[in-house]
């Protein structure tokens, strides 16, 4: 009978269905996180964190996830099978936005209440420096390359590029007024920043760091003064933007070649942030106001379903599981 036993166990791992990929929500006012199936776009589960969580981001395996717990003063490291808080890593005061080096240890964090980017190892959990940026720092983003991080400060009205091997502050770069979020383009050349107040987005020639486009946003019907772009997702082949658009209920959709406006989805109440599935063929608006997701198609633009979730959600952030295809079929992160 042994001998069949090899058999039947891999009959039962054929037969064992296959895990989807699973899209991770902030709430800020719950202090909770919303797990929603990326296939069936119902809530999984929900798990208590830290006070007012907002930034939230994967480790490069998806076995860890990164959570800025901002009332807190903590990033919290959490196992996302349990929902279980491992250990928090020292933040610096009012953590917001994060992001995570290439080389899967380094995060740079703005801290909105001093005035400084903190630079965390969190592997050894040690701060490795707290570079003073901008008044009111927020956004935050590292090149593809990991040379550059840059943060954005809301009141200073600056993007302030750091040098990540000396980890110093070596320029800045005016933009639009009340900057919230910076985006690297996949090949590194460009730098989008979304100016909340001003209404537009910065388009930076990183080699110069200079502007080289602004964009400007009209929806008829709506003010100017609901026009607040906030989060950027690039699309998978590049050739899109999606601009969250605040209080005027809008993501907008932008030619990255043009820097055309080319269409505006009508989503959820202050659409705050933005995630895309490992496929690029799903993305996920967190709508503060209402207290939901909207789920976009990616290819038509079209809004396909809207997820309860708790309240303000904030963050996003798409876990990549073993069975998540890209648009050419391969496993997604599979070597070309």
Partial sequence: MNRFVPLAVALLAFATPAR??????????????????GESFEVLRTFPVGR??????????????????????????????????????????????????PDGRTLFIANEENATTTVVDAQTRKVLAQI?????????????????????????????????????????????????????????????ASSEIGG???????????????IDFAVKGIAADRIQPVGIQFSKDGRHAFVALGP????????????????????????????LNA??????????????VTVIDAGTFKPIRTVKVGRFPWGAAARPMANAKAPDGRAAGATP
């Avoid at 932008?254 to 705050?272: M, N, P, Q």
């Fill in 20 to 37: 989807s990929e699973e899209i991770f929500v902030t709430n800020e006012r719950d202090n909770t996180i919303s797990v929603i199936d």
């Fill in 279 to 292: 496929a690029g063929t799903r993305l996920f608006t967190t709508n503060g106001v209402s207290g939901d």
């Fill in 132 to 192: 003073d940026v901008g008044i009111e720092p927020e956004g935050m983003a590292v090149s593809p390359d990991g040379r550059l991080a840059v943060t954005t400060s809301e009141t200073t009205n600056m993007v302030h590029w750091i040098d990540t091997k000396t980890l110093q502050a070596i320029d800045a770069t005016p933009v639009g007024q009340r900057p919230r979020f910076a985006a690297f383009s996949a090949d590194g050349t460009r730098l989008w």
């Fill in 52 to 101: 007012r969580p907002r930034g939230v981001t994967f480790a490069k395996d998806g076995k860890s996830l990164y959570v800025c717990a901002s009332d807190s003063d903590a990033v919290q490291v959490i196992d996302p099978e349990t929902g279980q808080v491992r250990h928090d890593l020292p933040s610096g005061e009012d953590p917001e936005q994060f992001a995570l080096a």
């Fill in 200 to 214: 537009t987005v910065s388009v930076i020639d990183v080699a110069s760091r200079k502007v080289i486009e602004t």
């Fill in 248 to 275: 005027s209920d809008r993501v907008a959709v932008v030619d990255t070649a043009t820097f055309k406006v080319e269409s505006y989805i009508l989503v959820g109440r202050r659409v705050w942030q933005l995630a």
